[in-house]
Every structure is written in structure tokens, then in C-alpha cells.
């Protein structure tokens, strides 16, 4: 069959390496793609959210499948866009309704879900314009430290842990009254802060059935050991040593079941990928966020560890028939470590030449492009987070050592990464 793949990340690349193993896959399109993309399939220059000549690009390729990497073309309505159109209908869309990318695109609307359905999640009390005297009251009134997130997308900035009153006021006022993060903070959710250690789960659903897909836990800040600013991600881990069994039963019990459940009482359409920010709070798991897709630098950790093959799990989930698989998983550790560009998560300078890539001859290692672009005969940086090296290892730390041996083979002009991906479990 013919896919067309949108997204242009480290994820997609994860994606396209995945999805071109296929037998299944005769052709594979990734819009607008990248480098890396490039070497599993045909990169279009279509903007995921360029609706009408994504349609067009697919009547013209005799597209068979669409698989949605980001969130913005989901939360935007690109399956209702298809199931609306005679002329695309019959091709099916991995990926939510865009009511059932609400549990992403609105945290009021996650919130409330969650509520609705019993599922553990931190008390929450929402604000905007309307009433925002009385938010400025409730937080005068709440302990500290206190969260507050913008109700929509902001580029995964919209979260911030406020550790006094002073700062959380002024960040308040800056979301709702000077538009920090644009509409995404019109609406603000002001949630009780959890302490505890935190992992991302995934589910495929088909909107009855769905099966579990390797954990990860992945680290924002740009510093070793935990320090600095937040970022997308510096890298990942998976297997997560503290998700055993049983723990991994109460979150399937107390979350996921429930979800599952939920959106089909609410007759919403869900086809597609469901990301659960889990943070274990002593020996139980609350649900910090929903993304309607898969995580980046997680997928770069996960796909490598699944064995199935991807295009058939897709064609499962397009015909509600994910009753019938049965998840294999490598059982190794593995790691990814991303390179960063320098000044990341600030301002950084883009069309850097990347160097040594064609000096990688590791087993058991893949380098996935996130942010970068060909130019002429140079692959050059195009992003703040530039490459994802993942490893495999019989032990965490050395799957940690592979993928750091190969990030000093490859060099751009002021490349940083971090060393201690998974330091607290080795």
C-alpha cells in the first residue's frame, strides 16, 4: 500500500525507518519530512495543516493510508476533514476526531473528562477573563508550589510550576490578560502540584479494543542531572525499571481501561495513538496530560524496541480488528540521547553543516533526524533539537555509552547533549 506520513521531527523519522520495513508498504510520502525522511521514502513539500493539498497529494499518489505525527493537524480536524470528503473518505486516517484530540488540544477539556470517568488526575479549578478575580483569590488561597497551564497548545510551554506567590500571580496575569502564549492561555488550569517521578505510556486504540505499546521516560531539561530549562526532550529511556507489573496493572486498571472506556460512552471517535503522562505518586499513578499522538523522544526509544510490524498494526486499528494482535517487544534496553543545537532552548542559529554521519557503522544504533534539511550535497541543522541517537544494550548504561560514542563521531558547530540519559537507574 501507499502511506503518506505527515510530520517533519524525530518522531516521523522513527515513523518513516519503522513504516518502510514493511512489506506491506509500497510507497512511502512523508510531508514535509526531513533529511532523514528522505532515506525511507519520498519527502512533499505540504504543510501538515495544508488540508487541501494534503488531499490532492493523495488522490495524485493513489494514497492508501495517512499516519499524523503531530498534534496540530489532529487538534485541527484532519480525520473529520477526510471522513467529510467523498472523495478521500475511503482512506483511512491514523489519528483522532478532532473532539477526541481535544484531550490534547484543551486541558480543561482532558480535566473535565478525567473527572467525568474517575480517573486520577491532580484537583484542578479552571480561569479566563470572566472570572479572573476570583482565580487571582484561589491563588492567594492554595498552597504552594501550584501549577498553571494553558488551556490549549502552546509548543509543549505552556506548563509552568509556580514555587511562590509572587511568580505565580504574575505568570496569571501574563496568560490571561497579556496573552503569553497567545489563545492557548485565554483559558487557564490551575492544578495541585504532584511531587513524584514521572513516565510517558502509549496505547493504539481503534476506538474499542487497544494494545500497549512500550513505556519511556523521558528528560526536558537542558542540563545534566535534571537542571536548567525545560525543553522538548533530551532523551529517552525504555524499558522504565520502576514500571513493573504491578505497577503497570494500576495504571491500565485505574487509567487506561477507563479512558479506553470513556470515549466510547461518549461516542467520540478515536482511531489512533493515546500518550498518558503518568506521575507515580508513591505507589500510585496519576495522569499529568493526554497527547492524541505519540510522544518525540519517545517514539525514537519505543518503535525501535517494537517487533510487530507497524503498517500491519495500522491496518488493524483501521479495521477495529486490534483484538487480534498481540504486542512483541525487544526486551533490551535501549536509550536515546538527542544533540541539540547551541543556545537551545533560546534562540539558535540554523543551516549548520553536519558532520560525520557517514562514519556511523554501529550495530544496534540509529541516528533519527529531527531537526535538519538537505542542502545540495550537505545535510545541514534546521531545528533546536537536531538528532536522536538511540541504542540498544543488555544493560542501561551500556546502551547510554553507544549512543554517546556515536555523538562524538558527529559534530556540528556548537552541538550539545546530554551524557546522563537514565543517571538515576545505573
Known amino acids: 500500500m501507499n502511506i503518506l506520513l505527515l510530520g517533519s521531527g524525530g518522531r516521523e523519522h522513527a515513523f518513516a525507518w519503522k513504516l518502510s520495513q514493511s512489506s506491506r508498504c509500497s510507497q512511502l510520502f512523508i510531508a514535509p519530512g526531513n533529511a532523514g525522511t528522505s532515506l525511507c521514502g519520498t519527502n512533499v513539500d505540504l504543510a501538515v495543516t495544508d488540508f487541501d493539498g494534503i488531499k490532492n497529494c493523495c488522490i495524485e499518489q493513489s494514497i492508501d493510508m495517512v499516519v499524523v505525527g503531530p498534534e496540530e493537524p489532529l487538534v485541527k480536524g484532519i480525520y473529520d476533514y477526510f471522513k467529510e470528503d467523498p472523495a478521500i473518505r475511503h482512506i483511512p486516517v491514523i489519528g483522532p476526531s478532532k473532539t477526541g484530540a481535544m484531550l490534547e488540544g484543551s486541558k480543561a477539556f482532558a480535566k473535565a473528562f478525567m473527572q467525568r470517568h474517575g480517573i486520577p488526575s491532580a484537583a484542578y479549578k479552571e480561569f479566563d477573563a470572566d472570572n479572573y478575580e476570583e482565580g487571582i483569590s484561589y491563588l492567594q488561597a492554595h498552597s504552594i508550589p501550584i501549577v498553571l497551564k494553558a488551556?490549549?497548545?502552546?509548543?509543549?510551554?505552556?506548563?509552568i510550576i509556580c514555587q511562590n506567590y509572587v511568580e505565580a500571580m504574575a505568570e496569571f496575569e501574563l496568560m490571561i490578560q497579556q496573552a503569553k502564549f497567545g489563545d492557548a492561555g485565554k483559558k487557564v488550569v490551575v492544578e495541585d502540584f504532584l511531587s513524584g517521578i514521572e513516565l510517558s505510556v502509549f496505547v493504539l486504540t481503534d476506538g474499542e479494543n487497544y494494545v500497549l505499546l512500550p513505556e519511556a521516560k523521558d528528560y526536558k531539561r537542558i542540563d545534566e542531572g535534571d537542571k536548567g530549562p525545560n525543553t522538548g526532550g533530551m532523551g529517552a529511556i525504555s524499558p522504565v525499571p520502576f514500571a513493573d507489573e504491578t505497577f503497570m496493572q494500576k495504571i491500565i486498571h485505574t487509567i487506561i481501561d477507563p479512558t479506553i472506556s470513556g470515549l466510547k460512552k461518549e461516542g467520540i471517535d478515536y482511531t489512533g495513538f493515546?500518550?498518558?503522562?503518568?506521575?507515580?505518586?508513591?505507589?500510585?499513578?496519576?495522569?499529568?496530560?493526554?497527547?492524541?499522538?505519540?510522544?518525540?523522544?519517545?517514539?525514537?526509544?519505543?518503535?525501535?524496541?517494537?517487533?510487530?510490524?507497524?503498517?500491519?498494526?495500522?491496518?488493524?486499528?483501521?479495521?477495529?480488528?486490534?483484538?487480534?494482535?498481540?504486542?512483541?517487544?525487544?526486551?533490551?534496553?535501549?536509550?536515546?540521547?538527542?544533540?541539540?543545537?547551541?543556545?537551545?532552548?533560546?534562540?539558535?542559529?540554523?543551516?549548520?553543516?553536519?558532520?560525520?554521519?557517514?562514519?556511523?557503522?554501529?550495530?544496534?544504533?540509529?541516528?533519527?533526524?529531527?531537526?535538519?534539511?538537505?542542502e545540495e550535497d550537505k545535510t545541514v541543522t534546521n531545528g533546536g533539537r537536531v538528532l536522536a541517537v538511540t541504542s540498544f544494550g543488555n544493560t542501561l548504561g551500556k546502551a547510554v555509552d553507544k549512543s554517546r560514542a556515536i555523538l562524538d563521531i558527529v559534530h556540528f558547530d556548537g552541538m550539545h547533549f546530554r551524557s546522563d540519559i537514565g543517571y538515576e537507574f545505573y
Open 274 to 374: 493515546i500518550f498518558f503522562g503518568i506521575i507515580k505518586v508513591g505507589d500510585n499513578p496519576y495522569v499529568i496530560e493526554y497527547n492524541c499522538r505519540m510522544g518525540d523522544p519517545e517514539t525514537e526509544v519505543v518503535l525501535p524496541r517494537l517487533k510487530n510490524d507497524l503498517v500491519s498494526l495500522f491496518e488493524a486499528t483501521a479495521a477495529r480488528q486490534l483484538h487480534e494482535v498481540k504486542i512483541e517487544t525487544d526486551n533490551r534496553e535501549a536509550v536515546t540521547i538527542m544533540a541539540v543545537s547551541g543556545g537551545y532552548p533560546g534562540e539558535y542559529e540554523k543551516g549548520l553543516e553536519i558532520e560525520g554521519l557517514d562514519l556511523v557503522q554501529e550495530d544496534d544504533a540509529i541516528v533519527f533526524h529531527a531537526g535538519t534539511r538537505q
Open 151 to 159: 488551556d490549549g497548545l502552546a509548543a509543549g510551554k505552556g506548563v
